[in-house]
């Protein structure tokens, strides 16, 4: 048997809407906010498998990712890093469009540390 584990930490935040008016329940929400911002490692990922809201959701947290941490990783001239954090957060464009590209864990690591500092 094979697992393969990918840890992802989250926050637990208030969730805010603009018209809370349109739910009868009361207004306390809460939703997850996401801590770690590491890309999954695209052999992984066989997107034949995932909706097209669960691709969405990715690509969403991809493009979170290089907006979060390629400005930090050019402040701290990590050009090499964040080529590779650019290499592996490209957008799924379709379904069976995962791509073949190792990991590095010298790479990940600088990634940590870079958010270590954002934070």
């Given at each position: 048997?094979?697992?393969?584990?990918?840890h992802?930490?989250?926050?637990?935040?208030?969730?805010?809407?603009?018209?809370?008016?349109?739910?009868?329940?009361?207004?306390?929400?809460?939703?997850?906010?996401?801590?770690?911002?590491?890309?999954?490692?695209?052999?992984?990922?066989?997107?034949?498998?995932?909706s097209?809201?669960?691709?969405?959701?990715l690509?969403?947290?991809?493009?979170?990712?290089?907006?979060?941490?390629?400005?930090?990783?050019?402040?701290?001239?990590?050009?090499?890093?964040?080529?590779?954090?650019?290499?592996?957060?490209?957008?799924?464009?379709?379904?069976?469009?995962?791509?073949?590209?190792?990991?590095?864990?010298?790479?990940?690591?600088?990634?940590?540390?870079?958010?270590?500092?954002?934070?």
């Open positions: 048997m094979l697992v393969i584990l990918h992802h930490m989250f926050f637990i935040v208030t969730f805010s809407l603009m018209d809370l008016s349109v739910y009868q329940y009361g207004h306390n929400f809460l939703t997850f906010d996401t801590v770690s911002l590491v890309p999954y490692d695209r052999k992984l990922v066989d997107t034949l498998l995932l097209s809201k669960q691709l969405q959701w690509n969403n947290y991809y493009e979170k990712i290089r907006q979060l941490l390629g400005p930090e990783l050019d402040k701290q001239g990590l050009h090499e890093e964040k080529d590779w954090m650019l290499r592996n957060t490209e957008p799924f464009t379709e379904a069976g469009s995962s791509a073949s590209v190792s990991s590095s864990s010298l790479t990940l690591i600088a990634l940590v540390f870079a958010l270590n500092n954002i934070v």
